[in-house]
C-alpha cells in the first residue's frame, strides 16, 4: 500500500499551519516551499511563514474581530500564534512581532517536527492523487496557477497589494517625534511625527504630483480598498489623508500639549527597535520619488530607507463556486485550497484558514469527514462567507463583526453587541473542540 501522507503546497502562513496542525494530529506531511531557490516578488528569505509587509498582527481585544479571531487560533493550538507571542514586540494593544524571529521560530518548530519533511522545491501543479493542501499565497507560482486555473476552469481573480516603507531607527531624528500610542492605550509604542498645517499641506502636493510605478504586468487594476497605496487615498482629496492614515486624534504632542493638524506614525518592526515602519504608507511611487517626499516627514528628513513601498500582485479564486466550508475543493474533496488563494485577506485570517484545512486533511487520513467550523466562530462565519454565499463580484474578506449574526443578541449598543458575540463565539468553539476530538 502506498505510503499515506499529506502534501501541502505553499510555506506561507496557511501552509505552515496547515503541516503544524496535520502533523501534530499525527499525520505524515509533506510540505513543499520554493523558496529560498526561488523567490516571489514580495518575499526576502527562505523562511516558512515570513511575513512581507506589516509586522503587526492587529489587536488583541477580544471585542475587536482580529482579537476574536487569534484567540480562537489560540484555542486550537495554533503554531503562528504560539510563534508570534514568542516574539512579541511593543505595540500598544495590538500583537506585532520581530518579523525574522517570528518566521525563524516556525521554521524551527516545523523543522524540528518528526512528522513534516519539508521540500524545497516548486510544485509545478496541483498533484493528481492523494490527500493535498494549495496554499501558495497572492503570489502563487506561474505553472501553478495555470494548474489552478485549469482545475477550477476559470479565470483567476486578481487585484494589487502594496507595501509599507521602512526606516532605519537611528536615522529618525528623535528631536522632532515623540512617543505615543492612541489615546495613551498600552505603552507609548509609536514613534509620532507631527506636521503643521502648511506642513500637510506641502506634503500633500508633493505626494499627489509624485511619479508612480508603472504597472506592467496586468490588464485591469482592482485596490482592494484595505491596502490602498497612500497617494491614491491622497489623490481623493486635500484632507482625505488627515482623515485617514495621518489622523491625528488621541495623539497629543506632550511638548506642546496640543494636538497636531496630522501626524505620521512609525510602528517598530523588530525586537531590537532598529527597524521603523511608515503605517498606513503603502505606495508604488518610484523609489527616488518615495525618499525626496517622504523627507518632508517631519523627523524623516534624514531617514534612510531599509526597504521601499512597492505593489504587487494578488490572486485568489472564485471560492463561492469552488470550496465547501471545510475548504474542501466541490469537485475533488481530498484536495484543499488554504490562505489568500481562497479570498481571505490578511496574514491571521490566511493562517486561519491553514488551520482549518490541516485539521481537515488529517480527519480524511483518518477515514473520517472533516468539519467546518460553527458560523457563531469568526472562523466559521469568514469560511462560511467565503464558500458558501452567492456573489456577483467575490471580492477577499477580512474577518469583522458583521459576519457573525446579531440573532438572538440582548444587547442594543453595537460594542456590547460585539462582547457578546465574542461570547457566543468562545462557547460555540469548545462546543465544536469536544465533537471534533472522535
Ligand atoms: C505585497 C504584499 C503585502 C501584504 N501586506 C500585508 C499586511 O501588511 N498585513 C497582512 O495582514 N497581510 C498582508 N498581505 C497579505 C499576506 O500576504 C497574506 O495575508 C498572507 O501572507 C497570506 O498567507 P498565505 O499563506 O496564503 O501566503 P504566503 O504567506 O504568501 O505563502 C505562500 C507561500 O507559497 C510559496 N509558493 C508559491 N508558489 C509555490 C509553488 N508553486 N510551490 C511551492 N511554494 C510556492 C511562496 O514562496 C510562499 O512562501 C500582503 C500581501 C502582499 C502580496
Known amino acids: ?7 501541502i503546497i ?3 502562513l496557511a501552509g505552515a499551519e496547515a503541516a503544524w496542525q496535520a502533523a501534530q494530529r499525527g499525520a505524515r506531511v509533506r510540505l513543499f516551499e520554493m523558496r529560498p531557490r526561488r523567490q516571489t516578488p514580495a518575499h526576502q528569505t527562505g523562511l516558512l511563514a515570513e511575513l512581507v509587509c506589516s509586522n503587526s498582527l492587529k489587536s488583541n481585544s477580544l471585542t475587536t ?3 476574536l479571531l487569534k484567540e480562537e487560533m ?3 493550538d495554533s503554531l503562528m500564534i504560539h510563534c508570534a507571542s514568542q516574539s512579541a514586540v511593543p505595540a500598544g494593544d495590538a500583537l506585532a512581532v520581530d518579523r525574522e524571529r517570528f518566521g525563524a ?4 518548530a516545523l523543522e524540528a517536527h518528526p512528522g513534516v519533511d519539508i521540500r524545497r522545491e516548486e510544485a509545478a501543479a496541483i498533484p493528481g492523487e492523494g490527500i493535498a493542501v494549495i496554499a501558495t499565497g497572492p503570489l502563487t507560482s506561474e505553472s501553478l496557477a495555470v494548474s489552478i486555473q485549469a ?3 476559470q479565470k483567476m481573480l486578481y487585484f494589487y497589494d502594496a507595501v509599507a516603507p521602512v526606516v532605519d531607527a537611528e536615522t529618525i531624528d528623535r528631536g522632532q517625534v515623540y512617543e505615543a500610542s492612541r489615546y495613551d492605550k498600552g505603552e507609548p509604542a509609536y514613534l509620532n511625527c507631527p506636521m503643521s498645517e502648511e506642513e500637510y499641506r506641502r506634503f500633500w502636493e508633493a505626494l499627489v504630483a509624485a511619479e508612480k510605478a508603472p504597472l506592467n504586468d496586468f490588464e485591469e487594476m482592482h485596490i482592494f480598498e484595505a491596502c490602498m497605496p497612500v497617494e491614491e487615498i491622497a489623490a481623493r482629496g486635500p484632507d482625505t489623508l488627515a482623515f485617514g492614515p495621518l489622523r491625528p486624534v488621541g495623539l497629543i504632542d506632550p511638548r506642546t500639549g496640543r494636538r497636531p493638524f496630522a501626524v505620521v506614525q512609525l510602528r517598530q518592526e523588530n525586537l531590537e527597535g532598529s527597524l521603523y515602519g511608515l503605517v498606513g504608507f503603502q505606495t508604488r511611487l518610484k523609489w527616488g520619488e518615495q525618499r525626496r517626499v517622504f523627507a518632508m516627514i517631519p523627523g524623516l528628513e534624514n531617514a534612510e530607507f531599509v526597504r521601499y513601498g512597492v505593489m504587487h500582485r494578488n490572486t485568489f479564486i472564485d471560492s463561492p463556486s469552488v ?3 471545510t475548504l474542501q475543493t466541490r469537485a475533488r474533496p481530498t484536495l484543499f485550497f488554504a490562505g489568500q488563494l481562497i479570498g481571505v485577506e490578511g496574514y491571521m485570517e490566511s493562517a486561519a484558514a491553514g488551520l482549518l484545512a490541516g485539521l481537515g486533511a488529517a480527519r480524511l487520513l483518518e477515514g473520517k469527514d472533516p468539519l467546518a467550523m460553527p458560523e457563531d466562530t469568526m472562523m466559521g462565519a469568514l469560511f462560511s462567507h467565503v464558500s458558501s454565499k452567492p456573489f456577483h463580484n467575490f471580492q477577499p474578506m477580512n474577518s469583522n463583526f458583521a459576519l457573525l449574526t446579531n440573532e438572538g443578541l440582548a444587547s442594543r449598543k453595537r460594542q456590547d453587541r460585539k462582547a457578546e458575540k465574542a461570547e457566543r463565539a468562545m462557547e460555540a468553539l469548545e462546543r465544536w473542540k469536544q465533537g471534533s476530538v472522535d
Open 10 to 12: 505553499g510555506g506561507g
Open 74 to 76: 489560540r484555542r486550537l
Open 151 to 153: 482545475f477550477t476552469g
Open 323 to 325: 470550496l465547501l466550508p
Open 1 to 7: 500500500m502506498p505510503e499515506q501522507v499529506i502534501t
Open 65 to 67: 474581530s482580529s482579537g
Open 105 to 108: 521560530l516556525v521554521t524551527e
